[in-house]
């Protein structure tokens, strides 16, 4: 037999209260892309920490292209030969693309660059960046490329990635499986994490299915079904989500004009022109590569942009262009913003309080006094409804994932009974089960008459969800189409901004 | 190598153990501080820790100092919470202590006893007034409050210096730079007969329980400590951050200058160049110790009033120089840091990394 790039023997890692890898074992083949698949809580992560060193495992041995190793840090893996791309970026803001991939790579490497010697790297592999951009001024998107490529500088001859297609655009996706396939057969091993089917599928030789801790499956996913693989993920059959069935829309509620901000300081790209009506009982969905506008658009409208003229902005034929955010969720325009610990909610603070935020005065706290709880009967209720897991409504914000957080501020924000929610990224991060309550909570307000305007990079989640769909690019927003005319190609045309030539 | 590795989370247990472990260990400081001055650490450190509490006339002196430190203390609290880092609570204190001493020069022998609540309010709102100052200057011009606070408590020292030579100075004072001493009405009453502890105390007791109600239980100070703790999720539910700057420093003010007002109508009765020995300081170090909670900083002010007393003790009976409570002071708040710093994180020791194979 082969010897194997990188092999995992017997991994246990204990946490408290927790077995994050139980007995778990995985083996790459030189020049496999194999995928590691499992649930948020799974344990994909502990486990590549352990490989990458940045863990040390209880039992087991990581055995590199056939000897053991002892990894006491992951500059020890990095020196071997393995790179890795993690899912929460680890890079310098005040620093510059080009200084950021430096830090990552040996000094006696770093010494040997000069100016202008990443520019043939970004281009081979499509990542369109400016080695002299600051990280700081970059967006999700583009910081996740930012990652990638200091990987990939260091030639590694295994690499690890940590769900990375989650902020890319289809093009930028199908170029990073294309590069991907290119270092496979190159012999570079490949190490995917996800829980995202469809790419696996498309992408991974073979695929170790991970399920609370331990390993269930070793498994050649090309040959498999989608719902088989997801069985094997979820021990049991997914719900699907029942796809928003066509119906006719109302009224606008929300209704916005030549809405215009300038960019902020340190950023290149402000709204200009953007124009659109949102009517009751629809999801409008705005795709596009993050960094053209989208946050400063969800800003705008949950009013934590200011400085614009009132009439740009209209609720149910209301001016709100002037309104706080507080004043705007009064008359039934909520927002979910993309940062969820710091912006949508208070890391420190209980779920409780954290429902408190975003609750209205007169309810929230009679006569000024805070009413502690009913806070926690409602934190409670959201807990329950939403499947939030969570021990206590009065644990800190801060302790939840990504995903039960995620789903918090959901249901937190429904619970208000918005007529309009405006959502950034509803499921970033959020498992094949909480992206489906999250899903199904949207259409359910849909399909009650509320709207919604959903922004995301995910493609396949807009066209499961959105009645109409407008794409953002340099700031400035596409008209909106019907889900049944969206295609293709018109997408990739529009997502460079040009929209002008098609006649929509 | 060192390094400090972020736990993933701190324990509750050890959040409120860190003061504790930074007294003790002060305390050990201060006994090596002891053995090195020649001085038996047995005899120093009773200074410290036993004179302090021995008997009703101590009790009374403790709070004496604890009251006006515990007024600054809790209003700190509240500007540390609202992520306002104003540090002139001493400036806030004798700003106070001038308003409370302008009034009460005022009163005559046959003023109305009740006139000392004029007395308090004039402490409060030239508190307040000075605060506001600075809050100002912050939410106007974006200065910052700390360094605008620090610089403008020497502005009103220098003021009050102005005040005690010249216009207010005593005609029978044989030229000594003070006010004369004022009339019985314009005084705190005496809670015990036998100590000097005033009416200050049950002040500071009044302040921590209100502010505690306004941070846990009112919506305003709900606000407030979000504005402090995420100033992003303030901004997404629609909190004015320049409504937490400005109650934070007027409450701030108003309790430093109530605490002025206290020492000049209280143990002092009259003005002098110095209306207090850098209390208002001191209070940062008490509100951290007492972890920003208005209870937490009334313990921590009785902890910082024995430092003061046993460094006065230190002073008279060891012969030892006045700074020895400055070296305490600064020794508890660097040991609390310390503390603090590795109950959020642990400290790894680790091999660089091997070379290359």
């Not at chain 1, 294309?178 to 496979?184: C, D, N, S």
């Not at chain 2, 200065?143 to 005690?164: D, F, K, P, R």
């Amino acid at each position: 037999m082969a010897v194997h790039r990188l092999e995992l023997r017997g991994i246990t890692k204990r946490y408290p209260g927790v077995l994050a890898n139980d007995d778990v074992s995985l083996a790459v083949a030189p020049g496999e892309i194999h995928a590691v698949l499992g649930e948020n809580g799974a344990g994909k992560s502990t486990l590549m920490k352990i490989a990458y060193g940045a863990l040390a495992p209880d039992a087991g041995q990581v055995v590199w292209n056939g000897r053991p190793v002892a990894l006491r840090a992951p500059d020890d893996a990095r020196t071997l030969g393995m790179g890795m791309v993690f899912q929460h970026f680890v890079l310098f803001e005040t620093l510059t693309v080009a200084q950021n991939v430096l830090l990552g790579l040996p000094a006696a490497f770093a010494r040997r660059t000069r100016h202008g010697w990443l520019a043939p790297l970004i281009e081979r592999y499509r990542l369109g960046l400016d080695p002299d951009a600051y990280v700081g001024d970059l967006s999700v998107g583009e910081r996740q490329r930012v990652e990638l490529l200091r990987a990939l500088a260091a030639r590694p001859q295994l690499l690890i990635l940590d769900e990375p297609t989650s902020v890319l655009s289809p093009e930028a996706r199908a170029a990073l499986f294309a590069t991907l396939r290119q270092l496979a057969a190159e012999g570079c091993s490949i190490v995917y994490i996800s829980h995202k089917l469809a790419e696996i599928r498309e992408l991974c030789d073979r695929c170790t299915v991970l399920r609370a801790g331990r390993t269930v499956a070793v498994v050649d996913p090309r040959g498999m079904a989608q719902d088989e693989l997801a069985a094997l993920m979820l021990g049991s059959a997914v719900d699907e989500v029942r796809t928003a069935a066509p119906r006719p829309a109302g009224d606008p509620v929300l209704t916005v004009r030549r809405l215009s901000v300038p960019a902020p300081a340190g950023q290149r790209v402000g709204l200009r022109d953007v124009s659109f009506d949102l009517r009751a009982g629809e999801i409008l969905g705005v795709a596009g590569v993050s960094g053209n506008g989208q946050a400063l658009l969800l800003s705008a409208l949950s009013g934590e942009e200011t400085g614009m003229p009132d009439d740009v902005i209209r609720l149910m034929g209301r001016p709100i262009g002037r309104l706080r955010p507080s004043a705007r969720r009064a008359l039934g325009l909520r927002a979910i913003p993309e940062e969820r610990l710091g912006r949508g909610c208070v890391p420190e603070m209980g779920l409780d309080d954290n429902v408190l935020l975003t609750m209205a005065p007169a309810q929230a706290a009679a006569g000024g006094w805070v009413r502690r709880r009913g806070l926690a009967a409602a934190a409670s209720g959201i807990i329950a409804r939403y499947g939030v897991r969570a021990v206590s409504p009065r644990v800190p914000a801060r302790s939840l994932s990504g995903g039960n957080l995620q789903k918090f501020m959901v249901g937190r924000e429904l619970q208000g009974a918005p007529r309009v929610l405006v959502a950034a990224q509803p499921t970033w991060g959020a498992d094949i089960g909480a992206a489906a309550r999250i899903h199904q909570a949207l259409i359910d307000l849909r399909n009650a008459g509320g709207a919604a305007l959903i922004i995301s990079e995910d493609l396949d989640e807009l066209l499961g969800i959105c009645d109409r769909l407008a794409v953002m690019a340099g700031g400035r927003l596409s008209p909106a189409v019907a889900r049944a005319r969206v295609g293709a190609d018109m997408l990739g045309r529009w997502m460079e901004g040009r929209w002008d030539d098609d006649p929509a | 190598m060192i390094q400090l590795e972020a736990r993933a989370s701190a324990s509750r247990l050890a959040t409120w153990l860190s003061p504790l472990a930074a007294l003790v260990l002060t305390m050990l400081g201060g006994a090596l501080l002891f053995v090195i001055l020649g001085v038996d650490p047995w005899q120093g450190l009773r200074l410290f820790l036993v004179e302090p509490f021995n008997g009703l006339y101590a009790w009374g002196e403790l709070a004496v100092k604890a009251a006006p430190l515990a007024l600054c203390a809790v209003g700190l609290s509240i500007c540390f919470r609202a992520n306002v880092w104003n540090i002139g609570a001493e400036g806030q204190l004798v700003a106070g202590a001038i308003a409370g001493g302008g009034v009460a020069l005022l009163a005559g022998p046959e003023t109305w006893r009740g006139y000392v609540l004029l007395v308090m309010a004039a402490g409060m709102l030239g508190g307040m007034a000075w605060a506001a100052l600075t809050a100002w200057l912050k939410d106007r011009f974006g200065a910052n409050e700390m360094l605008v606070s620090l610089m403008l408590t020497y502005v009103i020292q220098l003021l009050l210096g102005y005040l005690v030579f010249g216009p207010w100075r005593d005609p029978y004072g044989y030229n000594f730079p003070q006010s004369r001493s004022f009339d019985e009405a314009a005084l705190l009453p005496t809670l015990w007969e036998g100590t000097r502890a005033h009416a200050g105390l049950a002040l500071a007791f009044a302040a921590a329980a209100v502010a505690w109600l306004f941070l846990a239980r009112s919506y305003p100070g709900f606000r407030l400590r979000v504005v402090g703790a995420a100033p992003a999720a303030a901004r997404y539910a629609g909190y004015s951050p320049r409504q937490a700057l400005w109650t934070s420093m007027l409450a701030c003010g108003a309790l430093a200058g109530l605490a002025g007002m206290g020492e000049v109508a209280g143990p002092m009765q009259r003005l002098t160049t110095s209306v207090s020995p850098g209390y208002g300081f001191a209070a940062v170090i008490a509100a951290f110790l007492g972890r920003l909670h208005p209870a937490g900083a009334l313990v921590a002010s009785v902890v910082m009033a024995a430092l003061y007393i046993g460094g006065e003790l230190a002073q008279s009976r060891l012969g030892l120089p006045a700074s020895i409570v400055g070296v305490f002071q600064g020794l508890a708040l660097a040991l609390l840091l310390l503390g603090d710093t590795l109950v959020r994180h642990r400290i790894r020791w680790r091999r660089p990394a091997p070379a290359a194979r």
